[in-house]
């Protein structure tokens, strides 16, 4: 087992989560501007995570990794897409997709951190 490739995965999962706590919990009215940037470095680092997961699947090819770069990709999709939308438009474009979407992103996170580990021996 890779204990780092582990930790990353539980490491990038509770950031999504925190960022969400703190976005909800902890914050005040959200300025629009920053609603829409947020959403540009969600699409960007997990555009490097799935960089990171079609390298990992054509050297070590495994349903798991493709169903993580899957979770990713619809994550982006729904939570990034909804920030964008309220960012730009000021419209919730579905209700909910947001917290599906960050869901995804935590669950890939999660399954590539724990697979990853698993596939990778110290």
Not at 46 to 52: E, I, K, N, S
Not at 109 to 120: D, E, N, S
């Amino acid at each position: 087992m890779n204990i780092w490739i582990l930790l990353a995965g539980i490491n990038a999962a509770m950031a999504v989560g925190m960022g969400a706590y703190g976005w909800h919990a902890l914050g005040d009215t959200p300025d629009i501007r920053d609603v829409f940037m947020m959403g540009s470095q969600y699409q960007m680092w997990h555009g490097m995570a799935l960089l990171m997961v079609g390298i990992i699947s054509a050297r070590f090819p495994h349903k798991s990794f493709t169903i993580t770069g899957i979770l990713f990709q619809a994550g982006i999709v729904l939570f990034v897409g909804t920030l964008y939308s309220f960012g730009g438009l000021m419209i919730v474009p579905v209700t909910g997709a947001a917290p599906v979407g960050g869901g995804l992103l935590i669950l890939g996170w999660l399954i590539l951190g724990v697979q990853g580990a698993r596939h990778f021996k110290s």
